[in-house]
């Protein structure tokens, strides 16, 4: 057997919810997405990331099935993990976690069993920017348009900019988030999440990026979206050995008729004054093209399949969310992005002069990889001739990510 270091990190999985929105008859982390359940994948992810204790908040009498989960789970980290009974309520679940804590913890995530698919490089992002007097959560912004509402009124706009869609886990040093717990657990107020409980307290809480990945599968449709996800990993295009392995190609095209409301977003830039294109999210064909041929590249499906009408939450994304998603999905597969050149044809904008604002802008959402981007126009065929759209066809070359040799 081998010894492993005392880690200086905890994470809690509260699995003890009953899931009474997801009707599925048993709780809900032990519900099956496929062949395993929901906590399995979730411990699945812990378990990838940095070793940590690591307390499963199981159901009330169902603590030998948490147990079988994290036996198989586990591996040769088993000795690392725990399971404990849970409370009536999450905070009281969280409490319970928190008294199994050793004592070399200095660190605690807490993390809903729920978001079965959080990746690792989450788990582990959150517990590295914790600081001795800061909390961290994991974000996205809020891409739906948000509207204030009194009955069936329309009151006004909501500012979607200061939003964003706070994920798990969420981190904390021990010492403040115990003493957070006592005064809440005294004064009877029960918090929406363990952020929230922590900055009444007084402490600071700050984030780091999260993952469209760690949705929260709460009713039926969240169910069949992970299992969609699932589904969809590549069988025929295994990831490649570490190191190994030659660069791939990918070819994308999309196209965008006008008629879309508000201005035209383009190549990642808004474009004032401009007809917009209509769309699932904001009708960047530019950017849709980049993702499809990215994702083909590598085996991964079309964008369709991860950022199509099924997936609600990309409706009115920019380019930046679905870009960004992009990469993390061809990390995940061991690809780094080598270029990308893309092409638009079509009549307007005038794009020559935001060019290089254009370039930078999508490069910067693909993690720096260079991207070059050309117009052109029809000499008046077709439909992007006669001023009814935008075509645009773009290639990517991936190379396999040495950095994950061992």
Request: hydrophobic residues 50%; proline residues 6%; glycine residues 12%.
């Amino acid at each position: 057997m081998t010894l492993l270091p005392v880690p200086d990190t905890a994470i809690i999985v509260v699995a003890a919810g009953s899931g009474t929105r997801l009707d599925a008859g048993a709780p809900k982390a032990l519900v099956g997405i496929d062949a395993h359940s929901i906590l399995r994948h979730a411990l699945d992810g812990v378990f990838a990331a940095a070793p940590a204790q690591v307390i499963v908040v199981a159901p009330p009498g169902y603590e030998g099935d948490a147990e079988a989960e994290l036996d198989a789970a586990a591996g040769e980290r088993r000795d690392l993990g725990r399971v404990v009974a849970g409370g009536a309520t999450r905070q009281l679940s969280v409490a319970a976690g928190l008294s199994a804590l050793w004592g070399d913890v200095t660190t605690v995530l807490v993390h809903d069993a729920a978001r079965a698919l959080t990746p690792s490089a989450q788990i582990d992002a959150v517990s590295a920017a914790v600081t001795a007097d800061t909390g961290v959560i994991p974000a996205l912004p809020v891409v739906d348009t948000l509207k204030r509402v009194d009955a069936d009124t329309v009151v006004g706009p909501v500012d979607r900019s200061e939003l964003a869609a706070a994920q798990t886990p969420q981190g904390f040093p021990r010492a403040l988030l115990e003493e957070a717990y006592a005064r809440a657990l005294a004064s009877g107020v029960d918090y929406t999440d363990d952020a929230a409980l922590f900055a009444a307290s007084g402490h600071a809480v700050r984030h780091v990026d999260g993952s469209a990945r760690a949705f929260k599968i709460t009713t039926p449709a969240d169910l069949e979206r992970a299992r969609h996800l699932l589904a969809a990993a590549p069988t025929t295009a295994p990831r490649p050995a570490i190191g190994a392995g030659a660069p791939r190609v990918g070819v994308g095209t999309d196209v965008h008729a006008f008629g879309g409301e508000g201005d035209l977003w383009l190549a990642g830039l808004q474009w004032p004054g401009e007809p917009a294109l209509s769309g699932h999210s904001d009708g960047d064909a530019v950017a849709h093209a980049i993702v499809d041929a990215l994702l083909g590249a590598a085996g991964l499906g079309d964008i369709g399949e991860h950022f199509g009408t099924a997936h609600p939450e990309y409706a009115g994304a920019h380019a930046a969310v679905f870009l960004a998603r992009t990469r993390e999905l061809l990390a995940d597969a061991g690809f780094v992005i080598g270029n990308v050149s893309v092409q638009f044809q079509g009549n307007r904008p005038r794009f020559s002069a935001r060019r290089a604002e254009a370039e930078a802008v999508l490069s910067a959402a693909l993690g720096g990889a260079s991207v070059s981007v050309t117009a052109t126009t029809t000499d008046g065929l077709g439909f992007p001739g006669r001023g009814e759209g935008i075509s645009v066809t773009a290639m990517a070359l991936l190379l396999p990510d040495v950095s994950r040799r061992v």
